[in-house]
């Protein structure tokens, strides 16, 4: 099998050509000794295995997935490369082409966006481009399938052929200096490797390479005269910045023969329009919050409860009814139905009645996401978490916070400085995931109705402002170190594909239905057997007899100051632990309601609104599910800091619960 890689900068829509390219035929795994996500697919009939390598501007190492790509091409030889660029910034993503030449790999060039290119008037002779850097270029949209087809076929002839890019000039001075480089580390190396690649990086100064090519001191010594003779040719006197003028002096000339800029090029486009309100140093901020509740409004506003109804009604008027009915022709005994009924359709249904509305929050974030608005969200939210030692990179997880803790505290795996990485996973459980919003639609639902929206909105800022706060602590404190780089690109807005976005939703979706299916179902069967049965196994005639409500009893008292002080709200938070679903879950089968209207109807008495926001609270702070507490083990390396995160969190989430119902209790009566 002929394997490739697909190679390019962050935001060139590399992920999208992936995904035309393999389609559903596609898996997740793990770099070798590394704990970070590689995404691998199958074209041509399994005959093609295509390797995503992790977006990045550079091979030079100076971070983690600069260093796995670098890595990946030169150690597992792939049989040719696929370098996508944007096309509406081709001069800056050329600069890693160049890079990828120096390793003498078959080639195919795919300029993406150029439907971009020509709206704004320019275009890019990719005929020339090919003829100048000796590999085929084929123009392309990926986010609107043009010319794929063309990128694979290219692929295949390269691969037959096995051509490569021929060596590029960067000018007398910098050729003599790389020249004289490549003569000292082919001398006595016997392997094939990349010795171009390995010259411009001496070059540059990357020490790793020398033991990669086992050189010895007089090599090294011989090398660093090059080195040196070379800095003395240039003002510069840097051997970095040198080589990278020199790269970009070739590009600068490519581009000049091979792209045709738009009349309005110079011009401010729409993007810069938008963002001189979007990125507004004072309006930044509350255009993020805006349209934040505007989001909130529209999950759990009409639209999003209507569409919870009819699931709701679905299962409590059409499949409860009906599965009534034939274990009711089936004589079936007694304790079935509580099973069936209680514990199976009304826990798996009250979780599946939120369905739509978590369709809607992805399906928000999606459109966001692809719009190009989430990158201003990091760029904006930067000059916050830098005072917490953090950059903008860590909002990328604490966004993916929003969706599910697992994997959002897996995505601080690229973070090179522990530090940081830790801090990060720390703050990131403070973000509302996906699985907390069946507590708060059911709360919000029932104590305030006319401000659902922003009642839960409100739970994601108080997260987000927890993570703030303790960050800011913890950087005082514990993670005292320097700031955090961060570079990203600001991409240009675009309209959201609604196939894109519709795939993204349902990926989110059928994670959720799997949990509901699986975890949740586990976890109603589990609820029911320890509320139904004492510890000496006989049907409890009390349910504060049962299994659960002895441990019920003992949790009970530590929540009275927060304003719960109910075994059956100690157990649900418990349940909670498993997954945060299995609170909802749990109190329809603790109290043995058939539906979410009975539920809220016993709710009502057992809690206040006082009681019901601090409950809420409480669920948004304390630790996340097993799954995660895990992750976050597995990702610090160490079961102390791990523990450390989850005291921490349970210690917040009791403080500030306690805190709002014991003050609100002053004012309101």
């Known amino acids: 099998m002929h394997s490739i890689a697909l190679v390019g900068n962050p935001n060139c829509g590399k992920t999208t050509l992936f995904n035309a390219l393999t389609g559903s035929n596609q898996y997740v795994g793990n770099w070798a000794g590394v704990t970070v996500e590689k995404k691998v697919g199958k074209i041509l009939d399994g005959k093609y295995e295509l390797v995503d390598l992790p977006g990045i501007y550079s091979l030079s190492p100076y971070s983690m997935e600069e260093k796995l790509a670098g890595d990946y091409i030169i150690n597992e030889n792939p049989d040719a490369i696929i370098n996508i660029i944007d096309g509406s910034n081709i ?67 390269v691969i037959k052929a096995k051509s490569v890019p021929p060596e590029i000039n960067y000018g007398i001075n910098t050729q003599n200096a790389l020249n004289g480089i490549y003569s000292v580390i ?6 094939e490797l990349p010795y171009a690649h390995f010259a411009a990086k001496l070059l540059e100064g990357d020490k790793t390479v020398k033991d990669i090519l086992k050189l010895n001191e007089k090599q090294l010594e011989h090398i660093e005269e090059i080195v040196t003779k070379y800095e003395k040719t240039s003002s510069y006197g840097d051997r970095e910045a040198m080589l990278a003028d020199a790269r970009y002096t070739f590009i600068a000339e490519v581009v000049k023969k091979t792209v045709i800029k738009g009349k309005n090029a110079d011009k401010l486009t729409v993007s810069d329009k938008i963002d001189m309100f979007v990125t507004n140093r004072l309006l930044a901020i509350p255009i993020f919050l805006l349209i934040m509740l505007g989001m909130f409004s529209l999950v759990f ?15 409590n008027n059409v499949l409860s009814p009906t599965v009534e009915k034939i274990l009711t022709a089936a004589n079936a005994p007694q304790w079935t139905f509580s099973l069936l009924i209680d514990a199976v359709i009304n ?10 509305q978590i369709a809607l929050l992805f399906l928000c974030l999606s459109f966001l996401e692809d719009s190009g608005y989430m990158a201003r969200a990091a760029f904006i939210t930067d000059r916050f978490l830098r005072k917490l030692g953090l950059s903008g990179k860590s909002f990328i997880p604490m966004l993916m916070g929003f969706g599910c803790t697992t994997p959002a505290v897996m995505a601080t795996r690229t973070t090179e400085n522990m530090s940081e990485r830790r801090l990060t996973i720390m703050l990131v459980p403070f973000m509302s995931c996906g699985a907390k919003l069946p507590i708060y639609a059911l709360f919000a639902g029932l104590f305030f109705a ?24 913890l950087h005082k404190t514990v993670f005292k170190g320097a700031m955090a780089p961060f570079v990203m690109e600001l991409p240009t807005y675009r309209m959201p594909m609604p196939s894109a976005i519709l795939k993204n939703t349902w990926e989110k979706c059928r994670g959720f239905i799997v949990k509901a299916g699986t975890i949740i179902f586990s976890m109603s069967v589990l ?58 879950s749990s109190m329809i089968v603790l109290y043995s309601v058939s539906n979410e209207t009975e539920l809220m109807s016993i709710l009502s008495g057992v809690f206040t609104p006082l009681s019901a926001f601090t409950f809420m609270l409480f ?51």
Not at 186 to 191: F, K
Not at 347 to 356: A, D
């Open 91 to 157: 001069e800056r993503n050329l600069y890693l082409t160049v890079q990828l030449i120096e390793l003498n790999k078959p080639m195919v060039l795919a300029v993406n966006m150029m439907d971009d290119v020509k709206a704004k008037g320019g275009n890019i002779d990719c005929i020339y481009l090919s003829k100048l850097l000796g590999m085929p270029v084929v123009p392309i949209s990926a986010r609107r399938n043009e010319n794929i087809d063309k990128v694979i076929e290219k692929v295949q002839e």
């Open 186 to 191: 082919v001398r006595n190396c016997e392997l």
């Open 450 to 473: 006319q401000h659902q929206g922003l009642i839960v909105f409100s739970m994601y800022l108080i997260g987000f402002t927890v993570a703030i706060l303790v960050g800011l602590i």
């Open 527 to 584: 609820i029911w057997l320890l509320q139904t049965y004492t510890p000496s196994f006989h049907v409890a005639t009390d349910s504060t007899q049962s299994m659960f409500g002895i441990i019920g009893a003992f949790i009970a008292p530590i929540l009275i100051p927060l304003g719960f002080g109910t075994w059956q709200a100690g157990v649900s938070i418990l349940s909670g632990l498993v997954a945060k679903e299995a609170v909802v």
């Open 301 to 315: 506003g009409p639209v999003g409860s209507y569409l919870s109804d009819l699931i709701d009604k679905l299962f």
């Open 347 to 356: 826990g798996v249904g009250g979780i599946l009645t939120f369905l739509p």
């Open 619 to 669: 669920c948004l702070l304390y630790v996340p599910c097993i799954s995660a507490f895990v992750t976050i083990k597995r990702e610090m390396g160490s079961w102390k800091w791990a523990l450390a995160s989850a005291g921490i969190q349970i210690g917040i989430a009791y403080l500030i619960s306690m805190l709002v119902y014991q003050i609100g209790s002053v004012f309101i009566k």
